[in-house]
């Protein structure tokens, strides 16, 4: 298992853009698929991104397709969450998360997750 750490939120505009990052601590970090979800207020939290270890699959959300972009580099043992054209629903407390398994999509196939960092999108 790692540990992670997400942090880069804020408060921005709509139509603004902000960087996620996650880093991990740990063994084994390049060989584990990475995810960010999103939990908005009252909601339950939702996937937003995932990408293999290699970066080769990557999937997304429909609602954040086009605005987000999830990339790895695992000599730094880092996951970004690039989020562009954002909207007042986009405001959630995102989380990164890591999963031994290929295809990982829902909360169940995480294993670790971060502490979470807010997003804010104002109109």
């Known amino acids: 298992q790692v540990q992670l750490v997400d942090s880069g939120g804020g408060l921005v505009q709509a139509g603004g853009s902000l960087r996620l990052s996650c880093a991990a601590s740990?063994?084994?970090?390049?060989?584990?698929?990475m995810g960010w979800f999103r939990q908005a207020p009252g909601k339950e939290r939702d996937f937003v991104a995932a990408?293999?270890?290699?970066?080769?699959?990557?999937y997304y959300a429909d609602s954040v397709k086009g605005r987000f972009t999830i990339s790895r580099d695992n000599a730094k043992n880092m996951v970004y969450l690039q989020m562009t054209s954002l909207k007042p629903e986009d405001t959630a407390v995102y989380y990164c998360?890591?999963?031994?398994?290929?295809?990982?999509?829902?909360?169940?196939?995480?294993?670790?997750w971060g502490q979470g960092t807010q997003v804010t999108v104002s109109s």
């Open positions: 740990g063994r084994g970090f390049s060989r584990y698929t």
């Open positions: 998360a890591s999963s031994s398994a290929i295809y990982a999509r829902t909360i169940r196939d995480f294993g670790s």
């Open positions: 990408t293999s270890w290699n970066v080769a699959d990557t």
